[in-house]
């Protein structure tokens, strides 16, 4: 495959964040149909609203822990069906450790059956509470089976397991891709993830709630070129896993800084208790990106949330005020009518 044009892929979990970003950038590469299947347990049927006009997208809402069956050619699996927020998937640990194991499989299925690539939305936790800075994909990471964080790890290091597995058993085309910390439009408002919390508390007007002493680190890549490195990636040859994230790393309270600096306000600080297991470092090394892929960020992280608060804005703006009866408006004709008898 050379380009996304003419070309029909499946996007599991097309209603998220991330994978509404990625319905709209097939579509917007000329695929003939991106069919989007999700049970909406994160994500928003919303979120693909403004890219439907775009072009052939079917919606399906569908547990993809249920068997996956599709009529005619797929070209291309993307998996990025699983809570992916801290606070999802302490809420979700039983389903996430599910869509991980059964979900992949049975989208791992469908790419066989379909002779399709298939592509698996891997992260940077599989890397844990890293012993090697900055994470290069020959590390094996350090993660705590049984923490509060080990039904996402675990199930994502299962998931890159079996994706191994079905290529080395049934020759299939697989993908790799460790995504490192992803912001941008259409998170939600309630997501828990630091760059929507800053915002949306930047918005209010409260204060930006750092856990621990906001000296841990993290590297804000912006959705965009995000989703640039996912498409490159699938129509690439390359089956080891890939990096791809924004290499800039931040201390938390370094993020705060920056939220504050974009929206003008003057936001402080309440710090809260750190959370068990939260890693104390992330950066990638995005060395194999660059030479296989020829990819790398292009957006600051200033630029990146210019793009987020106004997205938040629109989705925090009050709805118009539904006008109420004692309202002072001008009278109708038929209460004018009345009026005069
Ligand atoms: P998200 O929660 O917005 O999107 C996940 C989507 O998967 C949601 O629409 C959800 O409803 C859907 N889903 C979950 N379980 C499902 C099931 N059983 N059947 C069908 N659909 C299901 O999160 P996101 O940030 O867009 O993440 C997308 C993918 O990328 C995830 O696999 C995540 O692990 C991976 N990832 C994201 C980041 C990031 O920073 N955004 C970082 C690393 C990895
Ligand atoms: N964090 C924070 N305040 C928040 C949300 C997150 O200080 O309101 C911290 C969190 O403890 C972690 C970092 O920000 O150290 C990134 O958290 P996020 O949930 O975005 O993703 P993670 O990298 O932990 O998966």
Redesign the pocket.
Known sequence: MNDFKGRRAVV????????SHLCERLLRDGASEVIS???????NERNLVDVAPLGNLRVVV????EPLHLDGPVDCVF???????PS?FAQLPI?TL??GSV?TENGLRLAREKGAVFLQ?????IYGDPLVHPQREDYWGNVNPVGPRSA?DEA?RYGEALVTAYARMHGLRTRIAR?????GPK??LEDG?LVPAFVAQALRGEDFTVFGDGTQTRSFCYVKDLIDGLVRLALSDVTEPVNLGNPRELSILRVAEAVRNVHGGDGRIAFKPLPRDDPRQRKPDISRARTLLGWEPRVSLEEGLVETFAWFRKVMAPRAPVPRADATRPPSRHEERERRG
Do not use: C, Q, W
Request: glycine residues 14%; negative net charge; charged residues 20%.
């Open positions: 599991l979990g097309g209603s998220g964040f991330l994978g299947l999700d049970n909406l347990v994160t994500g569908h547990d993809v822990t998996n990025l069906a699983s809570p992916a927020s999802d389903e599910r869509v979900g939305a891997s992260t940077s936790e996402y994502k995504i490192f910390n992803t912001y998170m939600r993830r």
